[in-house]
């Protein structure tokens, strides 16, 4: 009988004790790699508010925000085919988490480089296709321009003539997405996370092939399809390993 | 065995008669409340240290609307009055600084509360009304007309277990005051109005709104990239250049950060009801709607320390050009942002 009493309490205790596991969402993916982004300008690192950075066409420039998406981030196969390893990043210059993202669950092997967009691709990129979270609906491209989300925010201030100016280089709509391909020996081992280290060197948007000049082709250029079309072709190597 | 079992029941029958005798079970347990996020809505910020119940609402509720918090009559409600969108024309402090009073609409959505975004909790904010400015509160008498009550008791056991309001120190008792409250102007949402609609694709637009939007939603307004959908805020802190040479509380975000890039910056406040909510910024400076488009189209200080980027509009010009009918349809169409709905709800009005 007392056997009862005994095998009732342990059950009692049994019962409230927690397994101690980590909260879901915050275990790391094992085999996978690690996306470390910085920023600078040429030889300058980026840092808020600096008038410290000079255009091409002679501008200097400060930055306040610089907000933009990657899609379809894919490994690149010694065979050229792809492996995607996310859909889509929405990454911050200014916040150190969009900086460091583990990305998890790749298949083993050696890779020849990295691929993706920066902006959306043409399935991502339509209103409401994204979760409703702040930073994607902050991001939305007006229904009345197009619809989707703005691929890039990057504002700032430029001098001219002594005074200074605020410049919106806000790019969208699928024509102005910008495919990036980096190539280097990339191995993802199994059990491991592989750091990769990437740059974007901000000055690139302002040059190559096109020099963009804010006075003539535009501080603010969310619309205008010829000033974005000549920003977005930039982009295409704004990023290095 | 046997004097086992006698025992258990006696501690039973104790228990229950216990409970009798304060006409409640010793341990209430409140009922959790579902927040109804209405679709196309970023998740709410819902902290775990205040989750909603439907006890702690009700007791909310009550207080919101109770100058049982005051020494002067005033309740939260004379600020945050249901015919203003819970907001009130002006407040003028002692210190005669103006202030607008911000609706109480969404306030689950809103990353940063004040003006000047020195207020990261919702659930801290309402400890300052305590103070004379505001309510001048004498916490002896509170506690005494709070004990005395014939609701109150029951509602603060139901809502958050306290049998004894007494055992409680003049911190404790005004915190889990401000948290019913906090829990109740979470529930507080606007999601129908005619603007909402719209977007849900329900209602047209007249040809004159739908103008307005055209401005608001397109660099022609450019109001979007502050002010954008569903929730007419961003989590940003702007500098809208309504002064070249701001002072005191006009200097925003910087009296929170003192980073010298901060002067003059505010976080965009909702549009919602904005009709119902004159007069408007921070410090009342604008009696109407339109003067506040006039002041987009044609009153940006560009020589404002820290100006938004964004107040650069194309070609380096800081204001909009918009002809006559421009602007009153943009004024029509924020006025689309209207929720009747909302504001008539009786969920949010007075228990009394």
Known sequence: MKSIYVIIVIALFTACTKKVTAPPGTEEPVTGLVLNVSYHADQVPLVADSFIYTTQAGYQYSVNNLIYYLSRISLIKQDSSLVEVKDYLFMDAFNANTNKVVLGAIPAGNY???????????????????????????????????????????????????????????LGTDTCLIPVKLYKAITITEGTKTPIFMNMNINEWFRNPAVFDFNTDGNYIMGNVVAMKKFANNGVDVFKF | M????????????????????????????????????????????????????????????????????????????????????????????QSGVKTSVPAHVNLAWDPEYLWDGSAPKLDLIGLADFGPEFFNTNMPLLFEKLKKHDKYPLLFKEAFNIDDISTLSNDQLQLKIVYAISQFMRTM?????????????????????????????????????????????????????LDSMPTGADLGYYNVTKNETDKGKFSPPTLRNIEFTAPYMHDGRFATLEEVVEFYNSGVHWNAPNIDPLMTKPAKIYGLNLTVTQKANLVKFMKTFTDTAFLNNPDFRSPF
Not at chain 2, 65 to 77: M, Q, V
Not at chain 2, 204 to 231: A, I, S, V
């Open chain 1, 112 to 170: 020849i480089g990295l691929k993706f967009n920066i902006g959306l691709d043409p399935k991502l990129n339509r209103t409401d296709s994204l979760p409703t979270t702040v930073d994607n609906i902050n991001m939305q491209w007006p229904m009345m321009m197009g619809g989707g989300y703005h691929f890039m925010k990057f504002e700032g201030y430029f001098k001219d003539q002594g005074k200074s100016y605020g410049f919106n280089m806000h």
């Open chain 2, 2 to 93: 046997k004097k086992l079992i006698y025992l258990s029941l006696v501690i039973l029958v104790m228990a229950y008669a216990c409970q009798k005798g304060n006409k409640l079970p010793a341990v209430f347990t409140p009922t959790p409340y579902q927040l109804n996020v209405p679709k196309g809505f970023p998740p709410p910020y819902l902290p775990a240290y205040n989750p909603l119940t439907v006890e702690g609402i009700r007791l909310g509720r009550m207080l919101y609307y109770d100058p049982i918090l005051s020494t002067n009559g005033r309740s939260c409600s004379s600020c945050h009055n249901p015919g203003y969108s819970y907001s009130y024309p002006l407040f003028v402090a």
């Open chain 2, 189 to 241: 949402i606007s999601s129908q109005s005619k603007a909402d609609k719209f977007f849900r694709h329900e209602v047209n637009l007249t040809p004159e709104e739908m103008d307005g939007f055209q401005t608001f939603f397109t660099e022609r307004g450019d109001c979007f990239h502050c002010h954008g959908y569903p929730l007419f805020t961003s989590n940003t802190f702007n500098n809208t250049g």
